[in-house]
């Protein structure tokens, strides 16, 4: 939770936490190290999944707790190409 107040707050670019950032977040707690290692190596960040965060943030703050299985299909997509198709984007944003 301190990690998505601090990243949500930030003025230059507002996004909710990844899952690799989310790990590391809670690996504070000892027992949840090996999961914070596992995220990091099947999915480590890139371009995509912080632009996956972005809209997932603004889309958040707009239409408050909804459905966000999309973001999670894309974030998948993100995960494995390391890149989102231009359908993908396209989709995410008129959810907007």
């Not at 990243?7 to 989310?22: S, V, W």
Request: aromatic share 8%.
């Amino acid at each position: 939770m301190i990690g998505t107040a601090i990243h949500a707050g930030d003025k230059t670019d507002p996004r909710q936490l990844t899952i690799t950032e989310a790990g590391w977040h809670s690996a504070a707690c000892p027992f949840l190290l090996p999961w914070a290692l596992i995220g990091q190596a099947l999915c480590p960040d890139n371009k995509a999944t912080y632009q996956v965060a972005r809209l997932a943030f603004r889309f958040v703050k707009k239409h408050g707790p909804a459905d966000q299985s999309a973001f999670t299909t894309a974030y998948g997509e993100a995960c494995r190409t390391g890149k989102l198709s231009r359908d993908t984007v396209r989709s995410l944003s008129s959810l907007i």
